[in-house]
């Protein structure tokens, strides 16, 4: 899946987000207030961050309150969504889905949020998750009446469940078990054109099973958002500065190394799939080699370059975030089978303007592979407008600036 589109909610420096698209490549968010893109970044991240959202509470300091004429009504966390993301569907995640449920072929766009009492919601957007009582109750009353005595018996054992419902009422949970319960008995006593009408109406009284299925495969495909800034890389300047921009779970490969390292608790498992996340390593990243224990240790980087290996602290700025990219990409396609998606936070870094020109160079580079979004400081959005804007120089199709300016 990749990232067509979000928001955000309820943040101070940015109250309510308009849409903002998203390409498959890079994406740079261009706004006068630093605080704003950065806002977008890290809210964004929590639709599925690499650290437990739980034990960290990113929307630990986001309003409490909604504010009107006349009034001041307390936010209910659990009814606040704080963040949301359309992605669109894979292939493979389309035949996944398919297989549950042939109403899922049309599979286009999946959303998902974040509200602030740390729960995820999933939508297919323009499916519904259940039918609808108006939906069903026509053929189920026909074919009722078309039964006979076992129909008659029939309909006043399920008398008591349905009479209550409206038209417009959800079939799911107790409702829709009693109904399958009561209905699959009477398939045996119908003709074969109406056992066809009488398997459609299950089908549909299964769309919630089916849908709470289709969310679980759904949520298993979601990329992590992998967020690098100046605390992350290692690159801030000073103690103010790494406090200041430090993320939430600022080790995210030992994060990744600990999820896959889960499903495989052997020793000889985990060090056979080690060799081949380093085998992958060499070809993106030629002599980064990742280290990591079983028994929770912390995932670090080494580049066997000549004269001597450096440890990831080590290399120069714009090579220390490339191996944490290209480290983070091979763990997160042997955990999950496809990239993570990169938030790159450059405020705090102190990059000097060469080294800012190679790193735009390295995302340019990688940006067929990597969806990212970036977040600049002044002096990269400026190379980044001379570069990638109107007229740039180094204008690239998975490339794009993006105005993310609040409205008003």
């Given at each position: 899946?990749?990232?067509?589109?979000?928001?955000?909610?309820?943040?101070?420096?940015?109250?309510?987000?308009?849409?903002?698209?998203?390409?498959?490549?890079?994406?740079?968010?261009?706004?006068?207030?630093?605080?704003?893109?950065?806002?977008?970044?890290?809210?964004?991240?929590?639709?599925n961050p690499p650290y437990d959202i739980n034990e960290t509470?990113?929307?630990?300091?986001?309003?409490?309150?909604?504010?009107?004429?006349?009034?001041?009504?307390?936010?209910?966390?659990?009814?606040?969504?704080?963040?949301?993301?359309?992605?669109?569907?894979?292939?493979?995640?389309?035949?996944?889905?398919?297989?549950?449920?042939?109403?899922?072929?049309?599979?286009?766009?999946?959303?998902?949020?974040?509200?602030?009492?740390?729960?995820?919601?999933?939508?297919?957007?323009?499916?519904?998750?259940?039918a609808r009582w108006s939906e069903i109750e026509p053929t189920?009353?026909?074919?009722?009446?078309?039964?006979?005595?076992?129909?008659?018996?029939?309909?006043?054992?399920?008398?008591?469940?349905?009479?209550?419902?409206?038209?417009?009422?959800?079939?799911?949970?107790?409702?829709?078990?009693?109904?399958?319960?009561?209905?699959?008995?009477?398939?045996?006593?119908?003709?074969?054109?109406?056992?066809?009408?009488?398997?459609?109406?299950?089908?549909?009284?299964?769309?919630?099973?089916?849908?709470?299925?289709?969310?679980?495969?759904?949520?298993?495909?979601?990329?992590?958002?992998?967020?690098?800034?100046?605390?992350?890389?290692?690159?801030?300047?000073?103690?103010?500065?790494?406090?200041?921009?430090?993320?939430?779970?600022?080790?995210?490969?030992?994060?990744?190394?600990?999820?896959?390292?889960?499903?495989?608790?052997?020793?000889?498992?985990?060090?056979?799939?080690?060799?081949?996340?380093?085998?992958?390593?060499?070809?993106?990243?030629?002599?980064?080699?990742?280290?990591?224990?079983?028994?929770?240790?912390?995932?670090?980087?080494?580049?066997?370059?000549?004269?001597?290996?450096?440890?990831?602290?080590?290399?120069?700025?714009?090579?220390?975030?490339?191996?944490?990219?290209?480290?983070?990409?091979?763990?997160?396609?042997?955990?999950?089978?496809?990239?993570?998606?990169?938030?790159?936070?450059?405020?705090g870094m102190h990059l000097q303007p060469a080294e800012q020109?190679?790193?735009?160079?390295?995302?340019?580079?990688?940006?067929?592979?990597?969806?990212?979004?970036?977040?600049?400081?002044?002096?990269?959005?400026?190379?980044?407008?001379?570069?990638?804007?109107?007229?740039?120089?180094?204008?690239?199709?998975?490339?794009?600036?993006?105005?993310?300016?609040?409205?008003?």
């Open positions: 899946m990749h990232l067509l589109m979000f928001r955000i909610i309820g943040h101070p420096a940015v109250p309510d987000s308009s849409w903002i698209e998203i390409g498959r490549g890079l994406n740079v968010l261009k706004t006068f207030h630093a605080d704003q893109a950065q806002a977008l970044a890290h809210m964004l991240q929590t639709i509470d990113p929307f630990r300091n986001l309003l409490q309150y909604l504010d009107g004429p006349g009034y001041r009504r307390r936010i209910i966390p659990s009814k606040k969504t704080a963040a949301l993301a359309i992605f669109a569907a894979s292939p493979q995640l389309v035949r996944e889905l398919t297989a549950i449920d042939s109403v899922y072929y049309a599979t286009d766009r999946i959303e998902f949020g974040r509200r602030r009492d740390h729960s995820r919601w999933v939508n297919f957007v323009e499916l519904a998750g259940s189920i009353s026909s074919l009722l009446d078309r039964a006979g005595v076992a129909g008659k018996e029939l309909s006043e054992l399920l008398h008591p469940a349905v009479a209550p419902l409206r038209g417009t009422d959800r079939i799911k949970g107790p409702v829709a078990e009693i109904l399958k319960e009561h209905l699959e008995p009477l398939w045996p006593l119908l003709p074969e054109y109406e056992q066809e009408q009488l398997d459609q109406c299950l089908n549909a009284i299964d769309r919630a099973d089916h849908f709470r299925q289709a969310k679980a495969r759904a949520s298993a495909w979601l990329p992590y958002f992998v967020l690098i800034t100046a605390a992350t890389a290692g690159l801030a300047g000073d103690e103010t500065d790494a406090a200041r921009f430090k993320a939430p779970g600022a080790a995210p490969l030992t994060f990744l190394a600990a999820r896959l390292a889960a499903v495989h608790t052997g020793r000889t498992s985990w060090d056979q799939r080690l060799s081949q996340v380093n085998r992958q390593l060499e070809a993106l990243y030629p002599g980064l080699i990742l280290h990591c224990d079983l028994e929770g240790g912390e995932a670090t980087l080494e580049s066997r370059q000549r004269p001597a290996p450096l440890s990831s602290p080590e290399l120069p700025p714009v090579r220390r975030i490339e191996a944490l990219m290209a480290a983070a990409s091979v763990l997160h396609g042997q955990l999950h089978g496809n990239q993570p998606i990169f938030l790159l936070d450059v405020n020109r190679d790193l735009l160079q390295v995302l340019l580079r990688h940006c067929a592979r990597w969806q990212s979004v970036v977040v600049p400081d002044t002096d990269f959005l400026d190379l980044c407008v001379e570069r990638l804007g109107p007229g740039g120089k180094d204008g690239h199709a998975l490339a794009k600036l993006i105005d993310v300016t609040p409205a008003g």
